[in-house]
């Protein structure tokens, strides 16, 4: 089914250990980002891609690394995982950026827990 | 700098009734406004846009916004309730001539309708 699918949906780490949550979208979308939604905080970008090989950094990049060989993958690692990074990310996509309306189609999310 | 107020962290209200889910924007440029719904362990789900027009916007299962210039408002309506509407809902913005494909997200509003 055509969709955007996040694994694994549930991770447990434990500091300084790497984790990679992944996205896969179906659609083809030139557009992905990577949200992480905390309480209080609301959703906060932490990367977005305007097409494969082409990332920028959002507004909380600081401990995050992607990368986006193909266009419909874009995994995010966490090198060293951190208390701090226990949150649930949302991955999304996007068929139009800057000239588009923005509607953005999110992932079920991945429920990370760093002890 | 483009930021998103919702003010409300929970609106309570009774099948039936009309409710109302306030948010409020702050962007230097032109804003493009965005109502996202989020179910329980779920994504966020796209409900109505803003871009240009007419300020009320229809959208997804019988919700509207209106789009308030001089108020800097965007405040989801609808005529009345139900227990399935009962989420959290998330206003967005972005700046359409400064904030590239960055998307701001209000810190989220627990809609909780009672039978």
């Known amino acids: 089914d055509a969709g955007i699918t996040q694994s694994p949906r549930y991770k447990i780490t434990e500091t300084g250990r790497q984790v990679t949550l992944m996205c896969h979208q179906t659609?083809?979308?030139?557009?992905m980002f990577w949200y992480r939604q905390d309480l209080g905080h609301g959703l906060r970008l932490i990367y977005y891609s305007a097409a494969a090989d082409i990332t920028d950094k959002g507004e909380v990049p600081d401990g995050y690394v992607v990368s986006r060989s193909k266009t419909e993958n874009f995994p995010l690692t966490l090198e060293s995982a951190t208390r701090s990074q226990t949150s649930v990310y949302f991955c999304?996509?996007?068929?139009?950026?800057?000239?588009?309306?923005?509607?953005?189609?999110f992932g079920e999310g991945s429920r990370l827990t760093v002890l | 700098a483009q930021s998103v107020a919702q003010p409300e962290d929970q609106v309570n209200v009774a099948e039936g009734n009309p409710l109302t889910v306030k948010c409020t924007y702050s962007?230097?440029?032109?804003?493009?406004l965005f109502w996202y719904v989020q179910y329980p362990n779920r994504g966020l789900q796209f409900l109505l846009k803003?871009?240009?027009?007419?300020?009320l916007v229809k959208g997804s299962y019988g919700f509207e916004a209106e789009f308030n210039k001089s108020q800097t408002s965007f405040h989801l309506k609808k005529p009345s309730a139900l227990v399935s509407d009962s989420a959290l809902y998330f206003c967005a913005v972005r700046d359409l001539d400064n904030a590239g494909n960055m998307l701001t997200f209000g810190g989220g509003t627990r809609l909780m309708v009672k039978p």
């Open positions: 659609w083809s979308h030139s557009y």
């Open positions: 962007v230097s440029g032109n804003p493009y």
């Open positions: 999304a996509s996007s068929e139009t950026g800057v000239a588009g309306t923005g509607e953005l189609f």
């Open positions: 803003y871009i240009t027009g007419d300020n």
